[in-house]
């Protein structure tokens, strides 16, 4: 193959992979929470069918807590922008 040709190429390559790599992650902690709330929903259910008290609803289920959040870690991605 030709050295131009390979040059264009990487660039190409690289954008769409840093791009699908960005939606890769959105979509599986999507499923990630989306699991978790069914299935606390199933175990609520079965809590309404057997006519037990329900179990409380996890703090953090759905990102909506009152509480304070945890100081969260730099990430590399927050780094190395402020390199460029």
Request: glycine letters at 10%.
């Amino acid at each position: 193959m030709d050295p131009g040709i390979i040059g264009v190429f990487i660039p190409i390559v690289a954008i769409v992979m840093g791009i699908g790599i960005g939606m890769l992650s959105v979509w599986s902690e999507h499923k990630r929470k989306a699991q978790l709330l069914e299935q606390n929903h199933r175990e609520r259910m079965h809590a309404i069918e057997k006519g037990i008290e329900l179990p409380p609803l996890p703090p953090n289920l759905v990102g909506l807590s009152n509480g304070p959040r945890p100081p969260r870690q730099p990430s590399h991605c927050a780094a190395a922008s402020c390199w460029c």
